[in-house]
């Protein structure tokens, strides 16, 4: 079992940056592809970015946001930049064995919610 726990949303305006933060318990960290997702009202829960490789990103969000992971301190970060509006949501942590396909693991949320 991996216990994951979000922090670092907030409210910012259009063009401010955020940074958070996923703290993982419970398995060993480092054998985990990690990710985060995000789900507007109304609409389906979609793909951020994860740490397979140098790091896999929607087109969304690519080149304003950047995805890391310290296994020292069981922690992965996602850090945006350059807001839109459109980014408000609220951002979900997830993690699978890196020999599986699917998202085991999900923390409870934490939201971002940028103005114009």
């Known amino acids: 079992q991996v216990q994951l726990v979000e922090s670092g949303g907030g409210l910012v305006q259009a063009g401010g940056s955020l940074r958070l933060s996923c703290a993982a318990s419970g398995r060993t960290f480092s054998n985990f592809v990690m990710a985060w997702f995000r789900q507007a009202p109304g609409k389906e829960r979609e793909f951020v970015a994860s740490t397979t490789g140098p790091g896999v990103y929607a087109d969304s969000v690519k080149g304003r946001f950047t995805i890391s992971r310290d296994n020292a301190k069981n922690a992965v970060y996602l850090q945006m930049s350059s807001l839109k509006p459109e980014d408000t949501a609220g951002y979900y942590c997830?993690?699978?064995?890196?020999?599986?396909?699917?998202?085991?693991?999900w923390g409870q949320g934490t939201q971002v919610t940028v103005s114009s």
């Open positions: 997830a993690a699978r064995p890196a020999v599986l396909g699917t998202w085991l693991y």
